[in-house]
């Protein structure tokens, strides 16, 4: 084996993926994760505290939502370990690497979907980024799973978009 053969052995990790292009693909999921737990707390909390006219339809709506960000949180996690790495999996953490806030007793319809619409939208883009960033490291496993995401998160951004107009 030669000098170069050797170097790129070492820098390759059980997945035949480039180690430090993985490690900076992680370094992006976990802050990914990290908004998602974000997000899927603040989405609880309108759905507790949601009140009006439209109570039971965004209720609904809400719950629905938060189900689908759980499972995405779920295969979020369990990507992160199947790469070779370890998930975030504390809200102190969650906290220090989210782009995303708490949004805290929100009780009024029109401002929780307007919440949720920012949310989404701040999903897709992060997802879209490091989509590209795990093409580009050659794992289109990564690639393709926050692709099938971004559809879903559009739809229902969309979804919640026309509430508003």
Do not use: C
Not at 44 to 62: A, S, V
């Amino acid at each position: 084996m030669t000098t170069l053969e050797k170097n790129k052995a070492t820098l390759s990790n059980h997945l035949n993926l480039d180690s430090q292009m993985m490690g900076d693909v992680t370094h992006d999921l976990n802050n990914l994760l990290s908004d998602y737990h974000i997000f899927y707390q603040n989405l609880r909390g309108f759905h507790w505290n949601i009140k009006g006219n439209d109570f039971f339809t965004l209720h609904e709506q809400f719950e629905e939502l938060y189900t689908m960000v759980y499972q995405n949180i779920d295969e979020l996690a369990e990507r992160i370990v199947t790469i070779g790495f370890k998930p975030l999996h504390s809200y102190s953490e969650y906290l220090k690497n989210s782009i995303l806030n708490e949004v805290t007793d929100v009780e009024d319809a029109e401002e929780s979907v307007r919440n949720v619409v920012d949310g989404l939208g701040s999903l897709v883009q992060s997802h879209r980024k490091i989509a590209m960033a795990a093409g580009e490291a050659g794992d289109i496993a990564t690639e393709d799973l926050l692709t099938n995401f971004v559809g879903e998160l559009e739809k229902r951004m969309w979804m919640f978009t026309k509430y508003l107009k």
